[in-house]
């Protein structure tokens, strides 16, 4: 595949590889912020091709990890509700919640769905007239905008049987709640590819000017990340904290302008409560009032009994970079994929599912 | 889940396209890169185009990359 392969190449990560080696002095710690990005560090073995110097921690970025169980809870009540079809992408369907999941809520007799897109949520919709079909909104700033896209959509094509539950979240105040807690000290930060094709890489200014911590924007192969992490060591060995992008075919400094229009003109930022990290004021997206028609919050009275963290389960912990899986006492023992404690362990893009899957690769 | 991978353009219909990826051909919605297309890459995230894949700068990163790769052999 094109603008995939290429960025595999062995003999240039080489060349990459030497290179950090050669520059890398000072001992310094990095973060992924994202899942994706821990998926291909593991993947390709990352962090034992670097040099001792760089420490690498992986950060929250995986948005189905970092749903609050209360929340998921909301999606298992609305779930429940007779003429409601739920639909959501499917690494939610496994996700505990305090008392069931989705995918148990589908068993006993609930009609939950997994799509692939918005698109399809809505093509259920138009297809079922006669039930309300919920899209089970998850996803950073990537995956806002489509589901943006698709309330709008409904609204041209007058589907009025559609709606949103809005779990969204965006990740700027995340990282500033990482970074305030000082719970893990960092030296620079791998931000994330696809995000930051939506919020361009002028997000991230606040990091690099405000803490004065150097931030490069990866891609998602071994070439991308590899780059990354050399212009990091560049920064810090430079005593430089600025944004730079190793992801220059993807990403620009402002981003998707037509893609964060349509975001602005359907969701308002509000508090969202984050896994581990607790309410984040700014953190999340509701639907603006214009579009209340479409809010499933507004429609239904949704109610859940008060949450229940699964007990044992480090999530939180791993979430902030504070812990990693290994010192779950539950991991590969009582927690796997198959039967899943934390949704770090459920989601494709989960630390416990990476450390799981490519042990051999992970913590040194 | 922020997963994206590039796709070719094919064909454009108002704000809907066909695009190619590794042989299998999707419709994909172009809401939110209205300006892509046929010949472009985008970035597919879930059945929506969220950016267009500048060829330039991939070359560009690329030759980079083997100047590296020369330099510190
Ligand atoms: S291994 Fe399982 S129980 Fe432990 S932190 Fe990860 S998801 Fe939670």
């Known amino acids: 595949m094109r603008f995939v392969v290429e960025f595999r190449d062995g003999e240039l990560a080489e060349g990459l590889i030497t290179s950090i080696r050669r520059t890398s002095k000072r001992k310094v710690r990095f973060m992924e912020f994202c899942g994706g990005h821990t998926v291909s560090i593991f993947k390709y073995g990352i962090r034992q091709i670097l040099p001792p110097t760089i420490e690498m921690v992986s950060g929250p970025g995986c948005p189905v990890c970092v749903t609050a169980t209360a929340d998921i809870d909301k999606a298992i009540a609305l779930a429940l509700i007779p003429g409601v079809i739920v639909t959501t992408f499917g690494d939610m369907l496994k996700v505990p919640g305090s008392r069931s999941s989705l995918q148990k809520a589908r068993a006993g007799g609930a009609d939950v769905r997994t799509v692939y897109s918005t698109l399809d949520a809505l093509k259920i919709a138009t297809e079922n007239p006669d039930k309300t079909v919920v899209f089970v909104g998850v996803g950073f700033e990537t995956t806002a905008p489509t589901v943006a896209a698709s309330v709008l959509q409904a609204s041209e094509q007058n589907i009025r049987n559609y709606m949103v539950l809005s779990l969204h979240k965006v990740c700027p105040p995340a990282i500033r709640s990482i970074l305030d807690a000082g719970e893990v000290k960092l030296n620079g930060l791998i931000c994330p590819g696809h995000v930051s094709a939506i919020t361009g890489s002028n997000a991230w200014e606040f990091v690099a000017c405000g803490y004065g911590i150097p931030c490069v924007v990866s891609g998602f192969e071994p070439l991308d990340i590899l780059q990354c992490v050399e212009m990091l060591v560049n920064q810090v060995e430079k005593r430089e904290s600025k944004v730079e992008i190793a992801y220059r075919r993807g990403v620009t400094p402002e981003g998707n302008l037509q893609a964060l229009k349509i975001m602005e003109q359907v969701f308002e930022p509000c508090a969202a409560k984050w896994r581990g990290m607790g309410e984040i004021p700014n953190s999340g997206l509701r639907l603006r009032r214009e579009f209340t028609q479409y809010d499933a919050e507004a429609a239904f009275e949704i109610k859940t009994e008060p949450a229940v963290e699964p007990k044992g389960c480090l999530c939180g912990e791993v979430l902030r970079g504070v812990k990693t899986p290994l010192d779950c006492r539950l991991f590969r023992k009582v927690c796997t994929p198959e039967n899943p404690v934390g949704p770090c362990m459920v989601s494709s893009e989960g630390n416990c599912s990476a450390y799981y899957l490519y042990g051999d690769n992970g913590g040194r | ?73």
């Open chain 2, 1 to 73: 889940m922020c997963l994206a991978i590039p796709a070719l353009v094919k064909k454009v219909e108002d704000k809907e396209a066909e695009v190619e990826i590794g042989g299998i051909s999707r419709r994909i919605s172009l809401w939110l890169t209205p300006e892509a297309k046929v010949g472009d890459y985008v970035l597919l995230h879930t059945g929506y185009a969220i950016s267009i894949i500048d060829q330039d700068e991939a070359e560009e990163t690329l030759r980079l990359f083997e100047q590296i790769a020369k330099e510190v052999k």
